[in-house]
């Protein structure tokens, strides 16, 4: 506001030494108009056409009166430079060429799925695309067993080997015209899952120039749930059982792929879950051939979810129960680390610090730590592998502030499980993430037993 009689002094003084002219549209942008209301040709007209002083002084006192308001459409409303749906219905609709190479974009609107809009690299890509003269082909994510379809084939550049200031505006809406397109109701999943793997290869049998995936990846459609899973299968095996059934497409050979919101999820995923579904879909589609990349930068988040069709997400969580004298804290293998490793992921200190907590709040207590391992290989080997789970967790305490005479490193191999994982002779992927855990008893000395 202080800066507005400023403003009107220099408007007035302009005046007064050059006539201002008027902007008018050029006759030239009349076609343009029915495409997209924005795309507007503007020219200076010739020097005789001017702005009376009158009415410039009688703009002026108005504005100087007149409160600062919104003036605009829907889309003025929110950031600047938001493209609304009603800017996005005028946009042009150019003709395919039949040569043009096309990059698929597979977006998830299914329930689990906390993106909204396309994030950043996703919107990058499509830039690309369009400089390439590209068109894009809108894939969704579907529900289980249900058909895979695309929905949509758009040309990205609605003014084709045109280089003028209409075209240079229209462009980069279009790349948000594509990004509201991609989240109407006829890109949400006819029905209830989440067959991410299945739209993925969908979009790779066009063979397109470039795969965009908008997803967080909660695959829950056998083989591949990740529900069932627990977020916490050996990624090479589980890729090697995806090939053997069968489950990945030979189209998947070569196909460029760009990932994004991987792990974004509602509710939340730990980040060491996040990270363990992406070594396990970085296995699969490497095992196919795929050349993958994953960006981590997150977009913006949906707020509402349940008008989507159900999309079950099951998180694993820490299990804590009071029996006498012992606290018993059981841990999922998959929020300390990844499916066959005993390295702790760099997210384990918010469970730990649980743990170093109640220590720290009963100096007397001691804990013992007992690592189970899932089936795999021989019985040394399972004996080694939830040893050194167990050690891993105990030196960690250890950073945490914990004495080490405190702690009790054992392990048990696979000789407690939790449930069978061989039903029927078969190995069970999800049965084995049950069984690979860490137990924490914590305790007075003697208690933990």
Same mark, same amino acid.
């Given at each position: 506001m202080t800066q507005r009689p400023l403003l009107l002094i220099v408007i007035l003084t302009l005046n007064v030494l050059k006539p201002i002219p008027v902007l008018r549209r050029h006759p030239s942008a009349r076609s343009s108009q029915s495409k997209v209301s924005m795309f507007r040709q503007l020219k200076f007209p010739t020097r005789g056409s001017v702005m009376p002083r009158w009415l410039l002084v009688l703009l002026v006192l108005?504005?100087?009166?007149?409160?600062?308001?919104?003036?605009?459409?829907?889309?003025?409303?929110?950031?600047?430079?938001?493209?609304?749906? *009603? #800017?996005?219905?005028?946009?042009?609709?150019?003709?395919? +060429?039949?040569? $043009?190479? @096309?990059?698929? =974009?597979?977006?998830?609107?299914?329930?689990?799925?906390?993106?909204?809009?396309?994030?950043?690299?996703?919107?990058?890509?499509?830039?690309?695309?369009?400089?390439?003269?590209?068109?894009?082909?809108?894939?969704?994510?579907?529900?289980?067993?249900?058909?895979?379809?695309?929905?949509?084939?758009?040309?990205?550049?609605?003014?084709?080997?045109?280089?003028?200031?209409?075209?240079?505006?229209?462009?980069?809406?279009?790349?948000?015209?594509?990004?509201?397109?991609?989240?109407?109701?006829?890109?949400?999943?006819?029905?209830?899952?989440?067959?991410?793997?299945?739209?993925?290869?969908?979009?790779?049998?066009?063979?397109?120039?470039?795969?965009?995936?908008?997803?967080?990846?909660?695959?829950?459609?056998?083989?591949?749930?990740?529900?069932?899973?627990?977020?916490? *299968? #050996?990624?090479?095996?589980?890729?090697?059982?995806?090939? +053997?059934?069968? $489950?990945? @497409?030979?189209? =998947?050979?070569?196909?460029?792929?760009?990932?994004?919101?991987?792990?974004?999820?509602?509710?939340?995923?730990p980040q060491p879950l996040r990270a363990n579904l992406q070594e396990m879909w970085s296995a699969a589609l490497k095992t196919a051939g795929a050349k993958v990349t994953f960006d981590s930068r997150s977009g913006r988040h949906r707020d509402v979810q349940d008008q989507r069709p159900a999309d079950q997400l099951q998180v694993p969580e820490i299990t804590t129960v009071t029996a006498g004298c012992a606290v018993e804290i059981s841990v999922p293998g998959g929020l300390l680390f990844a499916g066959n490793s005993a390295l702790l992921q760099p997210d384990a200190d918010v469970t730990l610090q649980r743990v170093a907590d109640q220590l720290h709040q009963h100096p007397t207590w001691s804990a013992r730590i007992v690592g189970h391992a899932a089936a795999y290989g021989s019985t040394a080997g399972q004996q080694q592998k939830s040893r050194e789970r167990a050690d891993a967790v105990a030196q960690r305490l250890v950073a945490l502030g914990m004495d080490q005479s405190r702690l009790r490193p054992e392990a048990l191999g696979a000789s407690e499980p939790l449930v069978d994982e061989f039903p029927g002779g078969l190995h069970d992927e999800g049965a084995a993430a049950r069984n690979r855990r860490v137990e924490i008893v914590l305790g007075p000395e003697g208690c933990q037993s």
């Open positions: 108005l504005f100087s009166v007149l409160p600062l308001t919104a003036c605009g459409t829907d889309a003025d409303a929110g950031e600047p430079g938001a493209v609304g749906a *009603a #800017d996005c219905l005028k946009a042009p609709g150019t003709t395919i +060429a039949p040569n $043009a190479k @096309a990059i698929a =974009l597979v977006v998830d609107n299914t329930r689990s799925s906390a993106t909204d809009g396309l994030p950043q690299a996703a919107e990058a890509a499509l830039e690309v695309a369009q400089k390439r003269g590209d068109q894009v082909l809108l894939v969704p994510v579907e529900g289980a067993g249900r058909p895979q379809r695309i929905v949509r084939e758009i040309a990205l550049d609605p003014y084709p080997g045109e280089d003028t200031a209409v075209a240079d505006r229209a462009r980069p809406m279009m790349i948000k015209c594509v990004g509201l397109w991609a989240g109407q109701s006829n890109m949400l999943p006819t029905g209830p899952g989440s067959a991410v793997l299945d739209a993925v290869q969908m979009a790779a049998r066009q063979k397109p120039v470039q795969i965009v995936v908008v997803s967080d990846g909660v695959n829950n459609v056998p083989p591949f749930d990740a529900n069932e899973l627990r977020f916490d *299968a #050996d990624a090479e095996a589980l890729a090697k059982n995806l090939q +053997a059934a069968g $489950a990945l @497409a030979p189209e =998947l050979h070569d196909a460029t792929i760009l990932w994004t919101g991987l792990g974004e999820t509602n509710p939340p995923l």
